[in-house]
T-cell receptor, first 117, second 111 residues
Framework: GAVVSQHPSWVICKSGTSVKIECRSL??????MFWYRQFPKQSLMLMAT?????????EQGVEKDKFLINHASLTLSTLTVTSAHPEDSSFYIC?????????????FGPGTRLTVL | RKEVEQDPGPFNVPEGATVAFNCTYS??????FFWYRQDCRKEPKLLMS???SGNEDGRFTAQLNRASQYISLLIRDSKLSDSATYLC????????????FGAGTQVVVTP
């Protein structure tokens, strides 16, 4: 199956710093990548949809100036959490897909666990 | 009301037993349905898609009831390795690729 990697797998940072998370599709070109966030005991919540070469589409309630998404190539999308605060501590997961047909399978990255002190 | 609701469990299941649980969804126009499995501190992994006619994959059987807006997952002959959180996932009709996740049902298979 398709493989998606994320880097770093975990990060601890001080409040006020910015953190960049990379999501890469390793063996296919991802036309669309999604970014999710999951708090403990809660469901994955979609944050934004990212299409290569265009601006990301953010879900309601997600601050686009705080969560910067860049999808510069068909194999790489980055999420930057700017001025991170303890409430941003969460499990961030990306997924990637390609449009063979509507409703195609999403391939998930292993996730990045962010802890903001 | 949450768009996808699940009983969080945990469902404690003796090894070899059968366990079943449901998930309800609020959008009657939802198009696709899936069960994902998520192990502790890991990413979700697709377990199976759910079709209107019901489908089976080995020890796992999924059913869809559109009239009552729920899907179910049944695990037969439970293995210790089946211990995980099972996520119900629904796709809305108006947004390609978007997945709506339930919070998951935890299953613990005991020896």
């Amino acid at each position: 199956g398709a493989v998606v990697s994320q880097h770093p797998s975990w990060v601890i940072c001080k409040s006020g710093t910015s953190v960049k998370i990379e999501c890469r599709s390793l063996d296919f070109q991802a036309t669309t990548m999604f970014w999710y966030r999951q708090f403990p005991k809660q469901s994955l919540m979609l944050m934004a949809t990212s299409n290569e070469g265009s601006k990301a589409t953010y879900e309601q309630g997600v601050e686009k100036d705080k969560f910067l998404i860049n999808h510069a190539s068909l194999t790489l999308s980055t999420l930057t959490v700017t001025s991170a605060h303890p409430e941003d501590s969460s499990f961030y997961i990306c997924s990637a897909t390609f449009k063979e047909r509507r409703g195609d399978t999403q391939y998930f990255g292993p996730g990045t666990r962010l802890t903001v002190l | 009301r949450k768009e996808v609701e699940q009983d969080p469990g945990p469902f404690n299941v003796p090894e070899g037993a059968t366990v079943a649980f449901n998930c309800t969804y609020s959008n009657s126009a939802s198009q696709s349905f899936f069960w994902y499995r998520q192990d502790c501190r890991k990413e979700p992994k697709l377990l199976m898609s759910v079709y209107s006619s019901g489908n089976e994959d080995g020890r796992f059987t999924a059913q869809l009831n559109r009239a009552s807006q729920y899907i179910s997952l049944l695990i037969r002959d439970s293995k210790l390795s089946d211990s995980a959180t099972y996520l119900c996932v629904v796709t809305p009709t108006d947004s390609w690729g978007k997945l709506q996740f339930g919070a998951g049902t935890q299953v613990v298979v005991t020896p």
